[in-house]
């Protein structure tokens, strides 16, 4: 399967909300209850947050047959840091080495603007990928509230 990666331009806002919306309940599923998936993958989402984000910040695509299969999504916050806001695949896109390929971008990001930490929330499902990239947990397990539901996730941070 051929994919590209590629920075995301307004016209993917569509894709990806869907990319976002199947990850969540396609893949996340097995790790979180089925109210958790609902409310998760249930919000209300915009494509013009979408296109402020691209605006704003890096936003990345993967590409398969003129089809969004894939997001990241990263934020500079300070001098200092950035936050990974988002990385979601459809089932298709897992296996294929695209997560550490996106992963390559944020660190080039970071990398130009001189910026020492990436943070991140992680979900269950992606946890044991970022161990694999070396971030390590910097909290206790927490928890973030969509639609009055606690989603568990962990949050995580990588020095460079």
Request: charged share 25%.
């Amino acid at each position: 399967m051929d994919f590209i990666i590629r920075r995301a331009i307004h016209s993917d806002a569509e894709g990806i909300i869907d990319v976002h919306v199947r990850s969540i309940r396609e893949i996340c599923a097995k790790d979180y209850t089925d109210e958790q998936i609902e409310a998760w993958s249930g919000r209300k989402f915009k494509s013009e947050l979408w296109i402020q984000a691209m605006d704003r910040d890096f936003v990345w695509i993967v590409e398969h047959d003129s089809k969004v299969t894939g997001f990241g999504h990263l934020a500079i916050m300070d001098q200092d840091s950035c936050e990974v806001m988002g990385l979601y695949f459809v089932p298709p896109a897992i296996g294929q080495g695209l997560a550490k390929k996106m992963f390559l971008e944020f660190f080039s990001v970071a990398r130009e603007n001189r910026l020492k930490l990436i943070r991140l929330h992680s979900t269950i499902t992606a946890r044991a990928f970022y161990e694999s990239l070396g971030f390590m947990q910097s909290a206790s397990d927490t928890t973030i509230e969509m639609r009055g539901v606690a989603i568990p996730c962990y949050p995580m941070e990588l020095y460079l």
